[in-house]
């Protein structure tokens, strides 16, 4: 039962990660011009390519880093600091490799790697507890981009179209 549980976890990273929000925010960097990525509102927003960046970091660090045992290379300040230029199918290649390594990295835990506390940031977390961690973030800011999106383009953006709600 405990394996199994484990699995579905694994098994949400893929869906909410990968197949929603990756999908989504590919979906918005097909709409919007690269002026467009790189644009702050002001200097409390961040830029959707300042977003981008900066999911791939947390993923990164929460995931290929400490759960991964891959080496911490992450500077979260320059993930915000990054003027621009954004260039779109580089941002789009990050995404996917970065979410796609890190399921693989998921899909691979035995169930103590699940249950071990580990140090990341500031917290202390479980395997469970950073793996969640990751889903909501990645859906958090993805709602940001797609907002951010419908508001530089006036478009709907079509996540849901064929399907019946």
């Known amino acids: 039962m405990e394996q199994l549980c484990l699995n579905t976890l694994a098994a949400e990273y893929e869906l909410r990660v990968i197949k929603e929000s990756v999908f989504r925010i590919t979906r918005c960097l097909e709409l919007l011009s690269e002026k467009q990525i790189a644009f702050r509102m002001n200097d409390q927003c961040n830029s959707i390519g300042n977003l981008i960046l900066h999911l791939c970091g947390n993923v990164y660090q929460y995931i290929q880093t400490t759960l991964g045992n891959k080496e911490d290379i992450r500077n979260r300040n320059l993930e915000f600091e990054h003027p621009g230029p954004f260039i779109k199918h580089e941002l789009e290649k990050l995404l996917h490799d970065i979410t796609h390594e890190s399921n693989e990295i998921i899909k691979g835990l035995k169930i103590v790697d699940w249950f071990e506390v580990k ?8 395997g469970i507890q950073i793996v969640i961690h ?8 993805t709602g940001q981009i797609a907002l951010l999106t419908k508001i530089y383009t006036q478009k709907d953006l079509g996540f849901y179209s064929g399907m019946a709600l």
């Open 119 to 126: 140090h990341v940031q500031c917290f202390d977390m479980t």
């Open 134 to 141: 990751v889903i909501e973030h990645f859906s958090y800011h």
